[in-house]
T-cell receptor, first 113, second 114 residues
Framework: EPEVTQTPSHQVTQMGQEVILRCVPISNHLYFYWYRQILGQKVEFLVS????????KSEIFDDQFSVERPDGSNFTLKIRSTKLEDSAMYFC???????????FGPGTRLTVT | KQEVTQIPAALSVPEGENLVLNCSFTDSAIYNLQWFRQDPGKGLTSLLL?????REQTSGRLNASLDKSSGRSTLYIAASQPGDSATYLCAVRRPRGWDDKIIFGKGTRLHILP
């Protein structure tokens, strides 16, 4: 069964560094999302992406964040200058046209030190 | 603003018991409701998705019900097993034409005692 994959599973970085989290959505899906979950907190929406542009973003998704679909398979989340409070589990999700069920990847645990 | 609440926050029950997890949401205008399972440090596994026009969905030992007008959903787990131990998340999506995000509850942490 097709699934969303994410790499790396765990990323440790120093405050102020740039990180890129990678996702490979399910191949026939055209809607892509990033969510994050700070330890002990709710899963929160960050951004949705369709047709090579951002559809919606939350107030969390400030100028430090960006998303890109650099090729036909990858979907990336970049954090330009990481802060301690960016430490969280980041989940990628995707869905196909005509269905509103989002499929989630296993997540990338980001630790900012 | 849509808020999703799950009660209880944690639950421990002996193996073999049937149990119910509760979810409530403040805005009844939803497109669908989804129950997820999350194992510690892991991703989200979708268990059941109920469209707003449906009353319930079943998958194996799991049954999810939806009462949209009262803003409530329950997840019923029959004959619980130690492997059911996980956090269960409830999430809703607003109607088509609105934003496309899923709004999550904080989850119920379930522990099945062998």
């Amino acid at each position: 069964e097709p699934e969303v994959t994410q790499t790396p599973s765990h990323q440790v970085t120093q405050m102020g560094q740039e990180v890129i989290l990678r996702c490979v959505p399910i191949s026939n899906h055209l809607y892509f999302y990033w969510y994050r979950q700070i330890l002990g907190q709710k899963v929160e929406f960050l951004v949705s992406f369709y047709n090579n542009e951002i559809s919606e973003k939350s107030e969390i998704f400030d100028d430090q964040f960006s998303v890109e679909r650099p090729d036909g398979s990858n979907f990336t989340l970049k954090i330009r200058s990481t802060k301690l409070e960016d430490s969280a589990m980041y989940f990628c999700a995707s869905r196909r046209v005509g269905s509103y069920e989002q499929y989630f990847g296993p997540g990338t645990r980001l630790t900012v030190t | 603003k849509q808020e999703v609440t799950q009660i209880p926050a944690a639950l421990s029950v002996p193996e073999g018991e049937n149990l119910v997890l509760n979810c409530s949401f403040t805005d009844s205008a939803i497109y669908n409701l989804q129950w997820f399972r999350q194992d510690p440090g892991k991703g989200l596994t979708s268990l059941l998705l109920i469209q707003s026009s449906q009353r319930e969905q079943t998958s194996g030992r799991l049954n999810a019900s939806l009462d949209k007008s009262s803003g409530r959903s329950t997840l019923y787990i029959a004959a619980s097993q130690p492997g059911d131990s996980a956090t269960y998340l409830c999430a809703v999506r607003r109607p088509r034409g609105w934003d496309d995000k899923i709004i999550f509850g904080k989850g119920t942490r379930l522990h099945i005692l062998p």
